[in-house]
């Protein structure tokens, strides 16, 4: 009987291959099966030896769910004596499923080790100069699929986020007229600031900006796609103030190279 | 009169040098000065060139806050041409007080970049086989820092946090008796439970758990000290199952391999 091999969750970070850690990096180079899902990028899979076998198991939105065939396959290639890595988008254990998967590794006797990532739910508001937390702005974050607004959305208990201070919803874009809605049903004010980050750290990357009344609206007319982040509250107002600033030095700068010349 | 150095905001992830990303290591390669906190590695420290200043800027803890220092040095040091690393624990837009320093920086016409990085938020109970969201366990997560639970308190909506499945406390050692009190009074049930991460992927990473009730003694029992994250929710439950799996596989391949010799 060989040894069974170890799979190897990792996050693999919001897209940018820049943006694995180096222990990422290291467990896909001694890969020898690399499952990997819809948001990974070819830069990511380059790293790994070229004799690897690559699968993809991503999941097209609105398809059936594969997460079955997932842990079949993660099982099967181990048992093989294989070295796997199940390249994960952002964060293995935050709404990745990475749970589940581990449980069922451990239920079938299979070693695996959890690689942490760059999960987006911070990476992707930073990346269009959004502080999820300032000390005069927010003091509190929560986090939440744009999935659970449809489906699972009754397990959202909507009046309870209306009152933490910054919102962040991944995977959003088809929801993001619910999620509104919901929020100032409960008693978010309309006015409050909302940004929608589609692509963050891929070249796609755009930002739209308004307030919760009108951030489906203007998503709808920038054709937004996925994947998308929306952060919803005053630290929103920290973007519009850097991006202003940075403009405004920025013009300064490029008058004094002016004079030099 | 010399070109205005830039300065990189940095996230040096939890501790473990490993954890940094790709584009963290290059930057701090580059660096001429390096501002850190108290929370930065060695291994870390190690990867900036030699010739580099490294500059300690930590605020130990109960100390007086020296954000003005901070920033006064980041502009003195960007304007004497430097290139200027600031590294902060974690990411640096999440209660890093990055958000602020952007803002003086593009006050004070100095460019700068951001960097992500791998949040203790996530990655802390991740350490802990505890995945902060499971399809049937939870679907939401607030992130609150321990240090909000005095002082800045009020701002703390202990009803509404009381009613999202999961909740991470960063920097909570010392108001672990308060976050429990508030919470329970707010409604949470006190069987809830609870897992407390001292100092996650630092060589005295350590482990409590328990309940909503129970964990702030357990905590005092066995001397946690900071910094530690304290998670709370079912979700600390799946550790409980993955810990139980895993030594169950463990010796089951034990007895095999006594068996094959």
Not at 106 to 124: I, K, N, Q, T, Y
Not at 163 to 168: E, H, K, M, N, S
Not at 225 to 252: D, F, H, I, M
Request: net charge negative.
């Amino acid at each position: 009987m060989s040894k069974v091999g170890k799979v190897y969750l990792v996050g693999a970070g919001p897209g940018d291959p820049d943006l694995l850690t180096i222990r990422a990096v290291q467990r896909i180079s001694i890969g020898d099966v690399i499952v990997y899902d819809r948001l990974i990028q070819q830069g990511v899979l380059a790293l790994a030896k070229s004799s690897s076998e690559k699968i993809y198991m991503g999941k097209p939105p609105g398809h059936h769910c594969r997460q079955d065939e997932i842990h079949a396959l993660l099982v099967e290639k181990a048992r093989q004596g294989k070295t796997v890595i199940r390249l994960k988008g952002g964060d293995p254990f935050l709404f990745g499923r990475g749970g589940e998967e581990a449980e069922y590794l451990a239920e079938h006797g299979v070693p695996f080790e959890v690689v942490p990532g760059v999960s987006a739910c911070l990476s992707a508001p930073l990346s269009a100069n959004i502080a999820v937390t300032h000390r005069e702005a927010s003091s509190s974050v929560a986090i939440v699929t744009g999935h659970s607004a449809f489906g699972n959305g009754d397990r959202i208990d909507w009046h309870a986020l209306a009152r933490i201070d910054t919102l962040v919803f991944l995977m959003c874009v088809h929801n993001i007229e619910t999620i509104a809605k919901n929020l100032t049903a409960a008693g978010r004010a309309p006015a409050t600031p909302a940004a929608l980050i589609q692509m963050a750290y891929w070249d796609g990357q755009h930002v739209v900006t308004g307030t919760l009344e009108n951030i489906a609206a203007r998503a709808r007319t920038q054709e937004v796609e996925p994947p998308a982040t929306l952060v919803v509250g005053e630290v929103v107002n920290l973007r519009e103030r850097l991006q202003q600033l940075v403009a405004e030095s920025e013009r300064k700068s490029k008058q004094e190279e002016e004079v030099c010349v």
